[in-house]
Nanobody
Framework: AVRLVESGGNSVQPGGSLTLSCSASGDGLSRYSMAWFRQAPGKEREGVAGIDTNGDIKYGVSVNGRFTISRDDWQKKITLKMNNLQIEDTAMYYC????????????????????WGQGTQVTVSS
């Protein structure tokens, strides 16, 4: 099992930037795909960015070009750099680990992840 803890959430104005971090403990990460998901009140969980064990990446359409995901398996840390934040990016952001290889589409599907952090809140408002 792997334990995940997110940090870095905050309140920012539209156009601002934030960097979220996910620190892992327990199992090593070399066999896990890693991802960031988000969920706003009243909405379904949405895949934001995923990165597999080879470093291949999949971004959600709504964040493509603005967000960057990276992983450091030695430090057991996954980072999400978010630029040009918009009001619609407001949500609780969750880090997840699972087995999601094959079609890249799977990197952004919650079904393939069974390890989840508690989340960190990102609020974008003017």
């Amino acid at each position: 099992a792997v334990r995940l803890v997110e940090s870095g959430g905050n309140s920012v104005q539209p156009g601002g930037s934030l960097t979220l971090s996910c620190s892992a403990s327990g199992d090593g990460l070399s066999r896990y795909s890693m991802a960031w998901f988000r969920q706003a009140p009243g909405k379904e969980r949405e895949g934001v960015a995923g990165i597999d064990t080879n470093g291949d990446i999949k971004y959600g359409v709504s964040v493509n070009g603005r967000f960057t995901i990276s992983r450091d398996d030695w430090q057991k840390k996954i980072t999400l750099k978010m630029n040009n934040l918009q009001i619609e990016d407001t949500a609780m952001y969750y880090c997840a680990a699972g087995v999601a290889y094959g079609d890249p589409y799977r990197l952004l599907q919650p079904y393939y992840y069974n390890n989840w952090g508690q989340g960190t809140q990102v609020t974008v408002s003017s």
